[in-house]
């Protein structure tokens, strides 16, 4: 029996709308640092330090669910949210809930890629090719969920197109994912700190999983010929 087929504009539609029903919701949770920030004087950090560390339950989960939204929804980055969410919560929290956020979406989108109809010109892109031929596949495909650049549907699409067991894909995600989760929530502590010697070495790590990607695909265009 073949899976019931979904409208992906729909669905996509869908996510979006939630989405920004989320970040209507924060942004009104978070008028008085927003008020702050647009009239930010040196003097007025321990006053913004306060007021966005006061922020509890209620808006994490909203961060949450937005973070795996935006993960799930192709074309979408929940980069910026992500940065914002170690910058609220500081690192140890920022860093759990922008993990749980990014693996819930990769989980989510998984669940629905087999209900999805997919163009020719997604099946063909060079990146899907790369991630499915690779020689160590799911070596590959963990890289692919680590690397920012790399849109998570291309890797979940290619995990289904496997078969890679469920536990296995669990697994994956749940490494591949912590990379960035780290750096982004760090990032945004960082910048709430103003330190500057941090984001840097931050900036660069992820630079460096960019390049890491670089190099691996011309490696494997090198040695197929």
């Not at 504009?9 to 647009?38: C, I, K, N, T």
């Not at 892109?125 to 692919?144: A, C, F």
Request: proline share 4%.
């Amino acid at each position: 029996m073949h899976p019931t087929k979904f409208d992906k504009r729909l669905l996509m539609g869908l996510g979006l709308g939630l989405s920004f029903l989320f970040v209507v919701a924060l942004l009104h949770d978070f008028g008085p640092e927003v008020h702050l920030l647009l009239h930010y004087h040196a003097a007025d950090r321990p006053e913004l330090i306060k007021l966005v560390r006061a922020h509890g339950a209620q808006d994490l989960i909203f961060f949450l669910l937005l973070i795996g939204l935006l993960n799930a929804v192709p074309g979408a980055s929940n980069s910026l949210v992500c940065i914002l969410v170690g910058l609220c919560y500081g690192p140890a929290i920022g860093l759990a809930v922008n993990w749980l956020g990014n693996v819930g979406g990769n989980v989510a989108c998984f669940g629905l890629i087999k209900h999805l109809s997919f163009s020719k010109h997604f099946q063909q892109n060079r990146i899907l090719t790369n991630l499915m031929q690779h020689k160590h596949p799911l070596v590959g495909l963990t890289l692919g969920y680590m690397i920012p650049i790399v849109p998570s549907v291309l890797v979940n699409y290619a995990c289904g197109q496997l078969k890679v067991p469920r536990l296995q894909f669990l697994l994956m995600v749940a490494i591949g994912m912590l990379p960035t989760s780290v750096l982004y929530a760090f990032g945004g502590d960082a910048i709430m700190h103003g330190d500057l010697k941090r984001l840097g070495v931050i900036g660069i790590l992820i630079v460096g999983l960019v390049a890491l990607r670089q190099v691996l695909g011309w490696k494997r265009h090198r040695s197929a010929n």
